[in-house]
């Protein structure tokens, strides 16, 4: 039987067990063994990581062929017009390559939102906006990348959902075990 971890990765924390400079690790977290991330989630970003003790899930899970849906919430600056969101819908070139079609709708703040620390950094002339994007790829930092190219940069990013896996009531810095 397959053991699968969700963790509500916390912001700053390196998706790995080693610890990087100036950075806590997994290992401040877990004290479970024999686990390895089914993906990454970048220090800077936030929310559903998933970690299991069996390869080929981990591979079903992380492997792009799969094309897993990863749900996104992501507060931006600035309020994304029709234009921005349809642009993000059809795909925008990041880089040298053009990624592949989203669901990007705006939405309320996150219901039962946990604080980050050290908090987004707001403009007082400049509101922000919260905008749902659910994607079927996960090049290196593509959210924070496709939404700066309708010129909407991210200042926080929170991972909700991996397929049917979800957050929900899962507090930022915990974790939750399961047997598949």
Not at 22 to 29: A, P, W
Not at 111 to 134: C, D, G, M, Q, Y
Request: charged share 20%; net charge positive.
């Amino acid at each position: 039987m397959s053991r699968l971890i969700l963790f509500n990765k916390p912001y700053g924390v390196v998706s790995q067990f080693t610890a990087v400079s100036g950075h806590c690790s997994l290992k401040d977290f877990i004290s479970l063994s024999g686990f390895y991330a089914a993906g990454r989630l970048d220090a800077d970003s936030e929310g559903l990581l998933l970690l299991t003790d069996d390869g080929s899930l981990q591979n079903r899970i992380s492997h792009p062929k799969y094309k897993l849906p990863k749900t996104y919430w992501a507060q931006v600056e600035g309020i994304p017009n029709k234009s921005a969101l349809k642009q993000l819908r059809r795909g925008v070139m990041i880089k040298d390559y053009k990624t592949q079609p989203a669901t990007a709708e705006l939405m309320s703040v996150p219901e039962n939102l946990w604080p980050r620390t050290p908090s987004v950094r707001f403009r007082k002339h400049i509101p922000t906006a919260w905008i749902k994007l659910v994607i079927h790829e996960g090049k290196n930092r593509q959210v924070r990348r496709m939404t700066a190219a309708v010129g909407h940069p991210t200042l926080r990013l929170i991972r909700f959902a991996i397929g049917d896996y979800s957050l929900n009531d899962l507090a930022t810095g915990s974790w939750r075990l399961c047997h598949i």
